[in-house]
């Protein structure tokens, strides 16, 4: 992958009429408002991917349930994206990214630090709707600096990469956090398996996810099935405070470059569309 990034960027950096005009990067504006969102959807979709297990596998949930149970973020997020033009104008576009990035973070900890064996949905309720409201800020926000800060001519091309730099950060999320997510609950079921006569078959299915745990556990049953449904509910929360806590990082971190590197005010001027590519 980095090779052909690597090949995309001397093509396009020699050719005469390039797909994306690189010289785009050299505006904060563009390239910071753009690294924001790949760090803000990062920790939302990320958090997304795991609190549906969590809700349906842990909780016991419907898939139906576990949505509606979702609704609170997802209305949080379309109140706080209706407010972030009246936000960013009174106290500039870098405070307010730096404070939607502050406040996904924030939402992730406080999952994190809640996310025990007896964790009930209303106690992460708190930390759904903190992402849901950084989320509606970041989203207008670092969108309108993206595609503002190109000529008009060349909107298409600044609407493309904001799109791929969403499309970056979710994927990203949900294969980082996914991964330590999955490292941390078989690394914790592994040991608390160990000295076990389990079949490797059954193994590998209590291993592979939380679902297939319980459905191991329920066909037990009895105390052999109570004490491995628990040992499971564990290790997928510990998977869950470490996985979540990363998320935490990179949003925060995210901030911080925002507020070091991103103009505080909305671009007034694009870039020169005759000016030579980079």
Same mark, same amino acid.
């Given at each position: #992958?980095?090779?052909?990034?690597g090949?995309f960027v001397a093509?396009?950096?020699k050719?005469?009429? %390039?797909?994306?005009?690189l010289?785009?990067?050299?505006?904060?504006?563009?390239?910071v &408002?753009?690294a924001?969102?790949t760090?803000?959807?990062?920790g939302?979709?990320?958090?997304?991917?795991l609190?549906?297990?969590?809700?349906?596998f842990?909780?016991?949930?419907s898939?139906l349930q &576990?949505?509606?149970?979702i609704? %609170?973020?997802?209305?949080?997020?379309?109140? $706080?994206?209706?407010?972030s033009?009246?936000i960013?104008?009174?106290?500039?576009?870098k405070l307010?990214v730096?404070?939607a990035?502050?406040?996904?973070?924030?939402?992730?900890w406080?999952?994190?630090?809640v $996310?025990l064996?007896?964790t009930?949905?209303?106690?992460?309720? %708190?930390?759904?709707?903190?992402?849901g409201f950084? &989320?509606?800020?970041?989203? %207008?926000?670092a969108?309108?600096?993206?595609?503002?800060?190109?000529?008009?001519?060349?909107?298409?091309?600044?609407?493309a990469?904001?799109?791929?730099a969403?499309?970056v950060?979710g994927?990203l999320g949900v294969g980082?956090?996914?991964?330590?997510?999955?490292?941390?609950?078989?690394d914790?079921?592994?040991?608390?398996?160990?000295?076990?006569?389990v079949?490797?078959?059954?193994t590998h299915?209590i291993?592979?996810?939380?679902?297939?745990?319980l459905a191991?556990?329920a066909?037990?049953?009895?105390?052999?099935g109570?004490?491995?449904a628990h040992?499971a509910?564990?290790?997928?929360?510990?998977?869950?405070?470490?996985s979540?806590a990363?998320g &935490?990082?990179?949003a925060?971190t995210?901030a911080?470059?925002v507020?070091?590197?991103?103009?505080?005010r909305a #671009?007034?001027?694009?870039?020169?569309?005759?000016?030579?590519?980079?």
């Amino acid at each position: #992958s980095l090779v052909v990034l690597g090949s995309f960027v001397a093509w396009e950096a020699k050719i005469s009429h %390039p797909m994306l005009k690189l010289r785009f990067f050299r505006d904060r504006h563009f390239s910071v &408002a753009a690294a924001a969102e790949t760090l803000g959807v990062f920790g939302l979709l990320g958090a997304l991917f795991l609190q549906t297990q969590f809700l349906q596998f842990d909780l016991g949930n419907s898939p139906l349930q &576990a949505g509606l149970r979702i609704l %609170p973020m997802a209305a949080t997020l379309v109140a $706080s994206a209706a407010l972030s033009p009246i936000i960013s104008r009174t106290i500039g576009v870098k405070l307010t990214v730096a404070a939607a990035l502050a406040a996904i973070a924030g939402g992730l900890w406080q999952i994190s630090t809640v $996310s025990l064996v007896a964790t009930t949905y209303g106690t992460v309720v %708190p930390g759904l709707l903190l992402i849901g409201f950084g &989320a509606g800020l970041l989203l %207008p926000t670092a969108t309108n600096s993206v595609v503002g800060s190109v000529p008009k001519g060349d909107s298409g091309m600044g609407s493309a990469t904001n799109a791929v730099a969403l499309q970056v950060g979710g994927a990203l999320g949900v294969g980082v956090i996914g991964s330590v997510m999955s490292t941390r609950y078989q690394d914790r079921l592994t040991v608390a398996l160990a000295g076990q006569h389990v079949p490797t078959a059954v193994t590998h299915t209590i291993l592979g996810s939380l679902g297939g745990a319980l459905a191991v556990a329920a066909n037990v049953r009895g105390t052999t099935g109570a004490a491995l449904a628990h040992a499971a509910r564990s290790a997928f929360m510990s998977g869950l405070q470490v996985s979540l806590a990363v998320g &935490a990082l990179v949003a925060i971190t995210g901030a911080l470059i925002v507020l070091a590197c991103l103009p505080f005010r909305a #671009s007034r001027e694009s870039p020169d569309p005759d000016s030579d590519d980079v």
